[in-house]
C-alpha cells in the first residue's frame, strides 16, 4: 500500500506517515525526548518500547487523564500533541480541546493554543467560573460598565467599582492616610455611578408611598 492509500485508511495525512516520530503500520508515534515511548492516536494506550509494557493510564485531580514515567505525571494531551505536533509545546503553549472533555484526549480533539485562546475556549464552551459569576464578592452585579474592559478578552468578569475603591484606598495608603474600613463604602458608591444609565429608579407602588409617609412621621430620610 503506498503513502496516500495507507493515509486514506489509516486517517493520518502524508505529512503524518513522513514523519520520523511515526511508527510506521503501528498506529504509534514516539513522544519527542522519550524515543522509547509510544503513544496512540487517540491517547488510549501509552506504551514503553524498552519494557514491552503498557503503561496504566489515570485521572488526576481535575479529571485529566494521566501517565508516570521519568519520575513525574505525564498528561496524555500532551504526550499526543508532543507526538503529533513536535515543538509545538516548546513555547509554553496549552493543548486545547475542541470537544470540550477532559477525558477525550484524541489528536484530533487536541491543538496547540495560548492561555487566552484557552481562556476564551472555556467561556465559549461554558466552562469558565468567571464567565457565569453575576456578583462580585462585595455584591455588585458583573454586567456593563462594571466591568473591567482589559479582563474580558481572557473571559474574567473583575467588578470595575471593586477595582476603583481597591485603588483609591491603595493611593491614600501611600499619603499615609488608611482608608481601608471605608473600602465598601466607596465601592458601592463607583458602582452606583458606574451602573446609573443600567438600573434606572423604579416608580413607587401605593406600599412605597406609605411607607415613606409613615417614615418621614418617624424622622426616616429617604434619597432616590
Not at 81 to 95: E, I, T
Not at 109 to 124: C, F, H, I, T, Y
Not at 181 to 203: G, I, K, S, V
Request: with cysteine; proline share 5%.
Amino acid at each position: 500500500m503506498n503513502t496516500k492509500a495507507l493515509a486514506r485508511a489509516t486517517g493520518y495525512t502524508e505529512e503524518d506517515l513522513n514523519s520520523p516520530h511515526f511508527i510506521a503500520g503501528s498506529g504509534y508515534r514516539s513522544v519527542p525526548g522519550f524515543p522509547h515511548i509510544h503513544i496512540l492516536a487517540d491517547g488510549t494506550e501509552v506504551w514503553n518500547a524498552e519494557t514491552k509494557k503498557a503503561y496504566k493510564i489515570g485521572l488526576d485531580r481535575t479529571g485529566y487523564p494521566v501517565v508516570w514515567f521519568g519520575r513525574r505525571h505525564w498528561r496524555v494531551q500532551r504526550l499526543v500533541l508532543a507526538a503529533w505536533h513536535p515543538g509545538c509545546l516548546d513555547d509554553g503553549s496549552m493543548a486545547l480541546h475542541k470537544v470540550p472533555k477532559r477525558n477525550y484526549v484524541a489528536v484530533w480533539n487536541l491543538r496547540p493554543g495560548s492561555a487566552a485562546e484557552n481562556s476564551a475556549d472555556m467561556v465559549r464552551h461554558g466552562n469558565h467560573h468567571g464567565s457565569r459569576k453575576t456578583l462580585c464578592v462585595n455584591g455588585h452585579p458583573l454586567i456593563g460598565e462594571n466591568l473591567v474592559k482589559a479582563y474580558l478578552s481572557r473571559g474574567w468578569r473583575v467588578c470595575r467599582a471593586c477595582n476603583s475603591a481597591r485603588a483609591k484606598v491603595s493611593n491614600a495608603k501611600r499619603r499615609g492616610v488608611d482608608l481601608t474600613d471605608q473600602f465598601q463604602r466607596f465601592a458601592d458608591e463607583y458602582a452606583d455611578r458606574f451602573l446609573a444609565d443600567t438600573f434606572l429608579p423604579l416608580p413607587l407602588t401605593p406600599v412605597d408611598v406609605l411607607q415613606r409617609r409613615v417614615d418621614a412621621a418617624t424622622g426616616v430620610e429617604w434619597c432616590d
